[in-house]
T-cell receptor
């Protein structure tokens, strides 16, 4: 089975702290994604990566950056956390092809910024 | 631009009753369509997908969906729901498997 593992299920941080969310996948997927999930808004794409060291902005990249130094690992970074970044963060990965393009998700990281 | 609309934010239904969760989309190009399910405190998992071919697709747990291109819809159905189907359901589209667009979700609440 494909496994996407997010390092922390629950985090509590203070305003202004730097926050790292880590995601690892074990299926050699090319594509990796970071989404933010908020009630009533569904999932919104923050960033995605289609290869090592390659990244593209999604719909809401402001306040976030990402890093992909190895194929299996995709990190989301909040340089200076703010209360409006309190949310559920979901990592996903995929092969990105017609034959196997669906997303596989991790269990999510619920971040609270005080 | 692409977008997905799930008009029903919550759908209450009694156990063993049929259910339909509605999904409409907007896109200027051909898209592939997906339904995902999210159980409490978990990530999303794929229920079913439409890539091509028969417009009626069957997924896991007895769910099915029908792609209607003229109405730009991809409604999810199940003839008889169980308590265990209580979850949030998301419709999603993509045209290139790089950017997926998700609806706002429908919470299905199955009552005994």
């Amino acid at each position: 089975d494909v496994k996407v593992t997010q390092s922390s299920r629950y985090l509590v941080k203070r305003t202004g702290e730097k926050v790292f969310l880590e995601c690892v996948q074990d299926m050699d997927h090319e594509n990796m994604f970071w989404y933010r999930q908020d009630p009533g808004l569904g999932l919104r794409l923050i960033y995605f990566s289609y290869d090592v060291k390659m990244k593209e902005k999604g719909d809401i990249p402001e306040g976030y950056s990402v890093s992909r130094e190895k194929k299996e690992r995709f990190s989301l970074i909040l340089e200076s956390a703010s209360t409006n970044q309190t949310s559920m963060y979901l990592c996903a990965s995929s092969f990105g092809t017609l034959q196997s393009g669906e997303l596989f998700f991790g269990e999510g990281s619920r971040l609270t910024v005080l | 631009a692409q977008s997905v609309t799930q008009l029903d934010s919550q759908v209450p239904v009694f156990e063993e009753a049929p259910v339909e969760l509605r999904c409409n989309y907007s896109s200027s190009v051909s898209v592939y369509l997906f339904w995902y399910v999210q159980y409490p405190n978990q990530g999303l998992q794929l229920l079913l997908k439409y890539l091509s071919g028969s417009t009626l697709v069957k997924g896991i747990n007895g769910f099915e969906a029908e792609f209607n291109k003229s109405q730009t819809s991809f409604h999810l159905r199940k003839p008889s729901v169980h308590i265990s189907d209580t979850a949030e359901y998301f419709c999603a589209i993509t045209n290139n498997f790089n950017k997926f667009y998700f609806g706002s979700g429908t919470k299905l609440n199955v009552k005994p």
